[in-house]
């Protein structure tokens, strides 16, 4: 059996990390970035970390291209999973985010429907501020206690993490044993209906308790016991076929 590791160079350290792990249990792994070489080869399987392009083929592939092209658009996840999980109401209508401002909300800007790690991304408080930031859609800014990195593999949630900003970068925290009623059933949401098998879910625990799903994510960043955790599904996986 044939295993390549794939990834943008966004993605480029976990995927190669889980390449190289995935090695000590099987010896034909390889890694590369489909962006940037002509490299390819018969594959039986691709661990997908990231990559929407179409040239990415083999009889298994674990997150197709298509999947992880629905995960960078927000618009096209939350088209997607409306009415199955908690979502923050959104908008691409400026005078629909201005009456949001009136009434005395919060409003997200985003300047993009494609952007990560908070790229684009502007909290307002007055009109004028939507009237001068270019958006491919506004949401309506949600209270919250806390927000998650929820790492799940194929419906299962992995790992959950605190998740915090200092200065420009983003913290997180393992949270052992965290439990929540709706957890597991928005993991299992996003696998059945985006299709993705490896993914981190962002979601803020709002004021009054419900988990509300901000983005997913087809490669989330790997480190400690999440590491393990999706390397050993990884492997089960494959074992299984």
Not at 36 to 59: K, L, M
Not at 166 to 189: D, R, S
Request: one cysteine or more; proline letters at 4%.
């Amino acid at each position: 059996m044939k295993i390549a590791v794939v990834s943008p160079k966004s993605t480029q350290e976990s995927a190669q990390y889980i390449a190289e792990q995935l090695r000590l249990w099987h010896s034909d792994v390889t890694y590369f970035n489909p962006y940037a070489t002509r490299q390819r080869e018969n594959y039986d399987v691709i661990v997908n970390y990231g990559c929407s392009g179409d040239a990415i083929t083999a009889p298994v592939i674990l997150n197709p291209p298509i999947t992880v092209g629905i995960t960078v658009n927000k618009l096209r996840t939350f088209e997607l999973l409306e009415g199955l999980v908690e979502l923050p109401y959104i908008t691409t209508d400026k005078a629909r985010a201005i009456d949001l401002i009136q009434v005395g909300h919060e409003v997200v800007i985003r300047e993009t429907a494609t952007g990560s790690k908070s790229a684009g991304t502007t909290h307002v408080d007055n009109v004028e501020s939507i009237n001068n930031t270019p958006a491919a859609f506004y949401s309506k800014y949600i209270p919250h206690t806390n927000e998650f990195r929820i790492n799940c593999f194929r419906g299962s949630v992995l790992t959950v993490q605190n998740k915090t900003v200092v200065g420009t970068e983003f913290k997180f925290k393992l949270l052992n044993n965290y439990q929540h009623p709706q957890l597991k059933e928005m993991a299992q949401i996003v696998h059945k209906y985006i299709g993705v098998d490896m993914y981190g879910i962002d979601a803020l625990l709002d004021v009054y308790g419900r988990l509300v799903l901000l983005e997913v994510n087809s490669g989330p960043i790997l480190f400690g016991k999440t590491s393990v955790k999706m390397v050993n599904a990884i492997t089960s996986y494959i074992e299984a076929l």
